[in-house]
């Protein structure tokens, strides 16, 4: 099966490239090259996953990805020279769930863009994971707070269900991202920045995920006691 990748990037022979790599890997890339184009071709049908560049003409890659999340949970990786860790940090709170600097090598690209789709389109999984009020249906994708659907993108979806199936136990920020199948550098926060994104989702209901100080994260302690 052929996956569809949109490329939002104004560098053209960037893209160009991705498309000659990834097409012999099943992959039919079509390409952006502005923010406002970008924002728009992402939330069409038939797109399966999105890489982002930051620095893009009209609305800048942050704006871009806030468009995305505001109607589509579509896997994001921001790919970009800018390999600060603030600016990291904010492409993942901005909503994306990978971010990888243009000095990637292409076997590391299309890892995490395999695992990214891989994740997001299993519908083979039947397990279900409830507690706190909320209930997560891995094979639908789908999960709840109360009878109200949380819009969750996948990242947060990953860690929530995998934070869930723990069962009370503590999560080192390593193993979630194994539970998760993540590659993410641990130590640029990700982990963290997922966890105040979900926990604002979550609402009222944000206890449920409590901090471990200097270990991990759990689910369900407040409820428990």
Known sequence: MTLRVLVIDDDRMMCQL???YLAPHGFEVVSSHTG?????????????????????????GFEVIRKIRARSAVPVMMLTARAQEHERIAGLD?????????TFSHRELLARLNALVRRTKAKDSTEIAEGGGIHVDAGKRVARRGTVQLHLTPAEFDILFALM?????????????QACERSM?????????????????????????????????????????
């Open 36 to 60: 406002e184009e970008g924002a728009a071709r992402a939330l069409s049908p038939g797109i399966d996953a999105v890489i982002l560049d930051v620095m893009l003409p009209g609305i800048g």
């Open 94 to 102: 901005a909503g994306a769930d990978d971010y990888l600097s243009k």
């Open 165 to 177: 199936k723990a069962n009370g136990r503590v999560l080192t920020r390593e193993r979630i991202l």
């Open 18 to 20: 991705l498309t000659e």
């Open 185 to 225: 550098d641990v130590t640029d926060r990700a982990v963290d920045v997922h966890i105040s994104s979900l926990r604002r989702k979550l609402g009222e209901d944000a206890a449920v995920i409590e901090t471990v100080r200097s270990v991990g994260y759990r689910f369900g302690v407040a409820e428990q006691e």
